[in-house]
């Protein structure tokens, strides 16, 4: 189907608008948190990091900071090994219920927050236990650990059987074929399940309200119950801090993998020149 | 009895559901020898050589190994070399760390590692290709190094699995003659799974063939072909054509079979006179001549496929099509020239 240039310019600019509609107030945020007015206001008259240099200052923000990441490289490392076991077996035993399973580990992707928040609470009171640093874990693992196993078995299931097969026929057992063979296959999946899962729960708001203990702040919390006092340019550089982070973590992940798998890929050292008495036949080295 | 074969399966057999992958399978492979296991896809002859690698579980029956039954011992405690169809080399693993691969579990000193991973390279004719990885080699040099990787570790048993059919036609018979020079001069114990016929008459030294889960036949490669022990096993090594005949007579172990157009040949064999029988004959077999006016079969040629070495020949013969393969010495006949056709009894088999 043509297109005539009408089109095109529409669709482009409409495509545009959605876009800015969705990101510019993360622009705003961050251009307020550099303006150097006491109250965060348009217009920018200036630029400042003062705002910044006072968070560090704030101990509230540097406990919730603190807390944040406690929780979610806790989170993540629990979800990656639940999770890398958990696809493992999805992916290479065919036990009864392996579908049920699938839908039971993977559903908290699709169950909205709140609900999931407010079960895991009820089923801790049933269980006659209080909001602790270790409901949150829990939960928190329970909503990162679909990342870790979608990604992971997306990856394994590319890695022929054959491989390990081969392996154990050379005399690995199968954890030292899991260790040697697939994990180092699957490592650049792990890795990114590991940085989802660490960002989802670095993010997440909704469930945790229901299960942190009373004064207890995560980042995004703290930002979230300041704000219902007043906008303040403290808050707007921790909201640009937070974007940053969100923002930041992720892609370096990916620049660090491409980096690591292209590696891999690229010859040691260039291939020498095939010798001249090899057969004909085996020229065509790639 | 003198040493224990190197491998025996007794009474094999492994079930998927209610079909029978292997039916009742006994074999008896000798020290050093090569055998081929040959047959169509599903007839049981992978998973008979997976069950050898204890990568399968027997639902019944023995593998037994020098002696000692090996059903219960896990594939990494089996000490079988075994190269796959698609080469299976560790892609993050340069050549030089997959063959050294099984020896690390062999706690063999890193020295000698190096040592026999070089020998190991040079005996696959690829000693400069050590540090590359398997991306960066060819289809054969893959093959090779895969090859190296299942002899490194002096294995009781080598199992191939159709190790050639992923490579193109000129690649295949130039590594066939490599990995039969190899055989030969380890010394390696060696069952081969193929497909292919000619790979198996060309290597092995002993040829199984395969169909539905059982052995049909057993023997050197020429037992085989010049001795097939049923129609099915004649016909998986090239075109048969098949002839009526009516036997005029018999008497120590040959009888006088008449065919059509009053040609009469003595056939190896003994069935009362008046007997009808089925003959068949190998195409390659069955030689196209001129018509010279003397008792023959006859009729013309109907179709032509000419190969380059040979010409494969449809001739309508009364109301049958005969198949003739013949040399392409010759210039080719077109398709209506009158042929003769000539056999001779000894070639002639009962089906």
Redesign the interface.
């Given at each position: 189907m043509r297109h005539s240039r009408l089109t095109l310019w529409l669709l482009g600019g409409f495509t545009l608008l959605v876009y800015a509609y969705k990101i510019l107030p993360v622009f705003v945020v961050v251009a307020l948190a550099f303006n150097p007015p006491e109250f965060g206001s348009f217009p920018i008259v200036g630029f400042t990091t003062r705002w910044f240099g006072g968070l560090l200052d704030n101990p509230a923000v540097v406990t919730a900071v603190k807390t944040s990441l406690r929780l979610a490289v806790a989170t993540a490392a629990i979800a990656t090994v639940l999770g890398v076991a958990a696809a493992y077996a999805l992916v290479r035993y065919p036990f009864r219920g392996r579908a049920a399973v699938q839908l039971l580990l993977t559903m908290p992707i699709l169950v909205p927050h709140l609900i999931v928040g407010v079960g895991l609470l009820l089923a801790f009171r049933i269980l006659g236990l209080s909001r602790s640093f270790t409901l949150m874990l829990l939960g928190h693992v329970a909503l990162t650990m679909p990342f870790v196993i979608l990604t992971t078995q997306h990856r394994l299931q590319a890695i022929?059987l054959?491989?390990e097969?081969?392996?154990?026929?050379?005399?690995?057992?199968g954890w030292?074929t899991f260790r040697?063979?697939t994990l180092?296959?699957a490592a650049p999946a792990i890795v990114t399940g590991f940085v989802f899962a660490f960002m989802s729960s670095f993010d997440e708001v909704t469930a945790t309200l229901f299960w942190r203990p009373a004064n207890f702040d995560t980042v995004p919390i703290y930002v979230l119950s300041e704000l219902q006092n007043s906008v303040s340019q403290e808050l707007n550089a921790l909201a640009a801090a937070l974007v940053g982070f969100s923002v930041g973590v992720p892609v370096l992940t990916m620049l660090l993998l491409h980096l690591w798998t292209s590696r891999?890929?690229r010859?040691?050292?260039a291939?020498?020149a095939t010798?001249a008495w090899q057969?004909a036949?085996?020229?065509?080295?790639? | 009895m003198s040493a224990p074969a190197a491998v025996e399966m007794r009474r094999v057999s492994r079930h998927y559901g209610s079909v029978a992958a292997v039916d009742d399978l006994d074999l008896t492979i000798a020290e050093g020898e090569f055998v081929a296991l040959l047959g169509s896809s599903g007839c049981g002859k992978t998973t008979t050589l997976r069950m050898m690698?204890?990568?399968e579980q027997p639902s019944s029956g023995d593998i037994v190994v020098k002696g000692r039954r090996v059903n219960d011992v896990?594939?990494?405690?089996?000490?079988?070399?075994?190269v796959?169809q698609?080469h299976?080399?560790?892609?993050?693993r340069?050549a030089f760390e997959n063959i050294a691969?099984?020896l690390k579990?062999?706690k063999v000193p890193k020295p000698e590692i190096a040592r026999r991973v070089a020998r190991a390279l040079e005996v696959v004719r690829l000693p400069?290709v050590a540090?590359?990885?398997p991306?960066?080699?060819?289809g054969?040099?893959q093959q090779r190094i895969a090859v190296a990787?299942?002899i490194v570790?002096e294995p009781d048993l080598l199992?191939f699995d159709e190790p050639l059919s992923a490579l193109d036609a000129?690649?295949r018979d130039?590594l066939r003659v490599e990995l039969k020079r190899i055989q030969k001069s380890l010394g390696i114990t060696t069952v081969f799974v193929t497909h292919d016929q000619q790979e198996a008459l060309s290597m092995a030294d002993r040829i199984v063939v395969m169909h539905g889960g059982r052995k049909r036949q057993e023997g050197t490669p020429e037992d085989i072909y010049r001795a097939p022990n049923s129609e099915f096993v004649m016909r998986f090594f090239g075109r048969v054509n098949s002839l009526p005949g009516t036997v005029t007579s018999a008497g120590g172990g040959t009888m006088q079979v008449a065919l059509a157009e009053g040609v009469s040949l003595p056939v190896p064999g003994d069935a009362a006179p008046g007997t009808k029988l089925s003959l068949l004959l190998r195409a390659e077999r069955l030689r196209l001549v001129p018509d010279d006016g003397t008792p023959a079969l006859r009729g013309h040629v109907t179709g032509v496929d000419y190969l380059g070495m040979m010409v494969r020949y449809d001739v309508a013969c009364g109301g049958e099509t005969f198949q003739a393969i013949q040399p392409a010495e010759d210039a080719v006949l077109p398709i209506g020239t009158p042929v003769a056709l000539s056999l001779r009894g000894e070639d002639l088999v009962l089906s």
């Open positions: 022929p054959y491989l097969e081969a392996s154990r026929t050379l005399g690995a057992n030292q040697e063979v180092p296959l891999r890929r010859p040691a050292r291939p020498e010798p057969p036949t085996e020229g065509d080295a790639r | 690698a204890g990568l896990p594939v990494h405690a089996r000490n079988v070399g075994m796959f698609n299976a080399l560790f892609p993050h340069t691969f099984g579990y062999r400069h540090d590359r990885l991306s960066q080699l060819s054969g040099q990787r299942a570790i199992l000129g690649l130039e």
